[in-house]
Structure formats: structure tokens, C-alpha cells
């Protein structure tokens, strides 16, 4: 039985259209390759894709802000890109979108981050990355940081989507909670441990199942059945709001939906949304962007959740790195049982 009406999901994202979300991160061109196979090349043992078309979108960080321009929000972005065509194709598809690029930051040392995906007959078959993974240099992280203070003050929350890309360093976080705590504004991040940082004492903390046993030092267990039955799952929940003290911790679940946890409460399990899975590209984004925009339009973290799933469900019905529309979801809530 859902909890959110049609009613209150209606004033949620008419809250949302006054909302301004600034998101800092790794933004990346996201490309698509696709065509058909039909032969095995003579040359080795693979597949021949006959081209058919190819498509590029906003990725990474820059894929959230375009998920929360979507649902009618205004949207910032802080990032860096290389002096390269990719980074300049990437700044012209965010302002189609209605993304301000203003905190981009251009450096001629690093390529913009693009990820090829070859796609044949709707299967991925092949993905291609190109990227500069190591950390940002001093003088770097030094503009970055300027561009996120400048922008925060114009931001109702503020997002930080971590790829691994070497964006997301310690001075930049410690710098955004100061900022944020200071406004009293929203501050939720999309973790990647592949390096350690000090994450405690964000508002939301949104990891999925296998990031959320990194973070807690736990080695992963297949999951359960029911999310709320596996131990193993409830222990890390457990300890993560124990060490890293986030107001939120959401872990997603893939097709298990998530698990909303909140210290002193008991968890709570949302079963996924989705009536169809075509392409889980991008799902974790849609999640963080849609469940803060939320929160940020005054939702309770239940609602949030709901309404996140919602959207999610959503967008793993299409192909490529998509986004969820108002009436879309609106559509979605009038139809669910």
C-alpha cells in the first residue's frame, strides 16, 4: 500500500520547482554505441557490431543534476573537465539540460572522464573508459573547493556524487560539511570507498549493498530474501550509523529496493518499485538526486524513500542514462496499488 498520495506527491514536486540543488562530483560524458550482430569477426573470436547509431549523455555527477532539472528543480554543478572536446560537448549537453556549468573547473592535465558503452541488440556487450583516476593536485583541489563555497550559498542542498575519479578528497568534504552546517543546509553523498575518507556527520549517505560492507570494514554475505532478515546486512547499517553518524543511511538493493535506516529506529524495508528492468545505468543517481530533492521539498525520510524508489523504478524502464519526469512519476503513484 503506498504511502505517499497522488495528492502529496503533487505537492512534493510543486516544493521541488522552488529548489535549487548544488552537486559536486565527478562528472563524466556518458557515449552509446549501438547496432547489431549478426557475425563473428574472422580476425578473433568476437562479435562484429554492425553501427547503427550512438547517443551521449551527462554521466556521473553531471547525470544527477540533470536527474533533479527533470523533476523541475534548478541545478549546479562542480566539477572538473578536461580542455578537450568531450568536456566541451559535456558543458553544451548539461545547458540543454538547464544545468549551470559556472563550477566547472577546466584543467589541461586531465581528460574529461567518458565511458563508451556497446550496445547490441538492447545487451551491453563492451564498455570502454577513458579517464584520469589519481587525485586531484593541490592547486586543483584548490579551485574546486572555491567554486563549491561560492556556489553553496545559492544551494537548498547540496549533493556530492564520488566515482573514484579523484574529485572527492577530504578538504573538499571537510570544507562542504563546515559550509553546509554553518546554512544549515542538506549535505548527502554517494560513496565510493575506494579510498578512505571521514564521511561521518552527513545528512544522508546513500551506498549500495556492496559499498555499504566496504564502508563498514564487513565482508559482503549473500543477500537474504528479506532485507530485514539478513543479519549480515543489518549489522553493517548497524555500525556505519554508529561510526559515520549520518541523519540518513539508505542502502540500495538492486532488486531488493532499499533499506532506510535512521539511529534509534527500527530499519525499514521499500521493496523495489521497478514493473520492468531494461537498463540499471544511472539507477543510484536518480536515487540520491530524487529522494534529497524530497527531503529538501519537506518530505519525512519514508516519503523520501518512496518517492526515490518511485523514481528509480522509473528510469531502469529505459535504455541509456535516463531521468524520471513530474508526469512520469505522477503517473506512477496514480497507477500504484
Known amino acids: 500500500m503506498s504511502r505517499l498520495s497522488p495528492q502529496r506527491v ?146 537548498d542542498a547540496v549533493l556530492v556524487g564520488d566515482y573514484g575519479k579523484g574529485l572527492v578528497t577530504q578538504p573538499l568534504l571537510n570544507q562542504l560539511r563546515r559550509h553546509c552546517r554553518a546554512r544549515g543546509v542538506w549535505l548527502g553523498l554517494d560513496p565510493k570507498p575506494v579510498h578512505a575518507l571521514k564521511l561521518s556527520g552527513l545528512s544522508l549517505i546513500t551506498p549500495n549493498r556492496r559499498e555499504a560492507f566496504a564502508l563498514a570494514g564487513m565482508e559482503d554475505t549473500a543477500p537474504r530474501g528479506n532485507p530485514l532478515a539478513d543479519a549480515a546486512l543489518c549489522r553493517v547499517a548497524k555500525r556505519l550509523l554508529a561510526t559515520l553518524t549520518p541523519s540518513v543511511l539508505l542502502i540500495t538493493l538492486g532488486d531488493q529496493g532499499m533499506l532506510l535506516c535512521r539511529s534509534g529506529r527500527r530499519p525499514l524495508h521499500v521493496p523495489t518499485a521497478a514493473r520492468e528492468v531494461f537498463d540499471v545505468s544511472g539507477a543510484g543517481d536518480t536515487v540520491i538526486a530524487s529522494f534529497t530533492l524530497a527531503m529538501a521539498a519537506g518530505a519525512s525520510p519514508e516519503e523520501a524513500a518512496e518517492f526515490s524508489n518511485h523514481a528509480a523504478g522509473v528510469v531502469v524502464g529505459k535504455v541509456g542514462t535516463a531521468t524520471v519526469t513530474p508526469a512520469e512519476l505522477m503517473a506512477r503513484f496514480a497507477t500504484s496499488p
Open 10 to 155: 503533487h505537492q512534493l514536486l510543486a516544493a521541488a520547482a522552488r529548489l535549487r540543488v548544488l552537486v559536486i562530483g565527478d562528472v563524466m560524458l556518458d557515449q552509446f554505441v549501438r547496432g547489431r550482430v549478426s557475425r563473428i569477426s574472422p580476425e578473433a573470436p568476437v562479435p562484429v557490431l554492425e553501427f547503427e547509431s550512438e547517443e551521449f549523455m551527462p554521466g556521473g555527477a553531471a547525470n544527477v543534476a540533470r536527474n533533479l532539472t527533470a523533476l523541475g528543480a534548478g541545478a549546479a554543478v562542480v566539477g572538473i573537465v578536461g580542455a578537450d572536446d568531450a568536456g566541451a560537448q559535456l558543458r553544451r549537453l548539461l545547458a540543454r539540460e538547464r544545468v549551470s556549468t559556472v563550477g566547472l573547473v577546466a584543467d589541461k592535465g586531465r581528460a574529461t572522464t567518458r565511458k563508451t558503452r556497446i550496445i547490441a541488440h538492447h545487451q551491453h556487450i563492451a564498455r570502454v573508459d577513458r579517464e584520469s583516476r589519481g587525485p586531484a593536485d593541490k592547486a586543483l583541489q584548490g579551485r574546486v573547493i572555491s567554486a563549491a563555497i561560492a556556489a553553496i550559498g545559492r544551494a
